[in-house]
Every structure is written in C-alpha cells, then in structure tokens.
C-alpha cells in the first residue's frame, strides 16, 4: 500500500453517513479532504471538524448536484486549496419506485446525481491532472448495477450507467488516472426489524462493517497502479444469488 499523507481527496456526498466514515479513513491514514455536501449544513461542519481534529486540513464545498452549472464549479473550488490526487462518486439518492411510478423529473434527478455529474466532475479532474501526475478515481456502485431489478428503477438504471462509465473512464483516462468502483450490499442497518429482513438473500447472512467499505476504498486509492477498470463487490456474496 501506498500512502496518503498530505495527498487531497474530494469525496461527494461527504457530510454524513458512509461517505463520512470514507473520509475520516482518509483523513487517519494522513489525507486532506475536500467534502463536497448538498443541504447537510450541520453534518458538514461536523464532519470538517471531525477531520481537523485528525491533524489533516478539510474544506467544504456545497453545491447541488442536480444542476450542471453548480456541478462544474466543485472542481475549479476544490483546486483553490490546492492539486487533487483523489475523485470518489460518492453522492447518492435512493427512491424505491418502479418504472411506472418514476416521473422526468425523479429520472433526471437520478441521471444527474448518479451519472451525469460524475462524468462532468470526471472530465474536469482528469483535464486537472494532466497527462504526468499520477491520481485516482473510485466510484460507489450498488450490487444491483449487474442484476438490473424493477423496483428502485432510476436508482438502478442511473448506477448501472455509472459502472458502465467507470470502465470507459478507466480505458480513457490510462494510464496515469486508475478507475474503479466499489459495489456495496447491505450496509447501514436500518432500525426497522422488518427492513433487517433484507439480509436474508445475503451468503454472509449478516450486514457489512463500515470499516469493510472504508478498507476497499483505502485500497484503491493507494494500493496497486496496475488495478484499473474494476468493480469489487462489497456484499457479502448478495450479487452472486
């Protein structure tokens, strides 16, 4: 493994929740964070200092991404605290409707959360980067996006679009930019007994540790150059049943 001391990473969607957990294991492994967050003031604030008190520098960027305009200045923002050495698509929305319950307007906001502002964050970071810096990109992906269902449908089909653009990224942006994507399963329990249930088609039959995604992701931002264009499941075997 590589290290990550005094290398900066954005993470979108940062402020609570996994992304949280992702960049306060960037931030104990010597990281700076720029935390990207949409309407979570307080957690943001939280976050950043939470950060801070690793001994690592934090800034927030706050931007909606569902507008493209907003979108396009993340990375302009983020290069004022100084070069990016790390991009994770973390941002996510997830609405349990299916195709005939999804309107244009829960489809775009899907496509542009999921899809279209990774392309555009993608785009601006590798032209950031260069052809000679060495620098990495993971995205967050969801077992599903191999076993396309029908419920979750613009949850679904925006993510599989997301892991058909890590592996185009990868090919695009060899071989000084690494992309790869992390598919998680049952992660964050929820408090409702019934919605526990939803581990019953998981092999390990229990749900992830936090610091199973976090591990994943910290190996992938400073392990092997030679891994690129890959999706590792972090599911407990979910999407192989």
Do not use: C
Not at 31 to 41: K, P, T
């Amino acid at each position: 493994m590589g290290s990550l001391e005094g290398k900066t990473i954005l993470i979108t969607g940062a402020a609570k929740r996994v992304g949280r957990e992702m960049a306060l294991a960037i931030a104990r492994q010597g990281g700076n964070l720029v935390i990207h967050y949409n309407s979570s003031d307080d957690e943001a604030q939280q976050t950043k200092a939470d950060i801070e008190a690793q001994g690592v520098k934090a800034h927030l960027i706050k931007a909606d991404l569902n507008d493209h305009d907003a979108t396009a200045t993340i990375i302009p923002q983020a290069l004022e605290f100084g070069p990016l050495y790390g991009l994770v698509h973390n941002a996510s929305i997830y609405a349990p409707v299916t195709i005939f319950e999804t309107d244009l307007a829960s489809w775009n906001l899907h496509m542009n959360v999921h899809a279209t502002s990774a392309f555009i964050l993608s785009k601006a970071f590798a032209e950031a980067v260069g052809k000679k810096e060495h620098a990495r990109i993971v995205t967050m992906l969801d077992w599903r996006v191999l076993r396309p269902i029908k419920d979750h449908f613009p949850y679904t089909i925006s993510k599989a679009t997301l892991a058909a653009m890590t592996e185009s990224l990868a090919a695009s942006f060899a071989p000084n930019i690494t992309v790869n994507g992390i598919a998680l399963g049952a992660i964050l329990p929820p408090t409702d007994q019934e919605l526990a249930k939803g581990i019953k088609d998981v092999p390990a039959n229990r749900w992830a540790r936090l610091e199973e995604v976090t591990e994943t992701l910290l190996f992938l931002l400073a392990g092997p150059e030679f891994i690129t264009g890959e999706i590792i499941h972090v599911d407990g075997g979910r999407h192989l049943v």
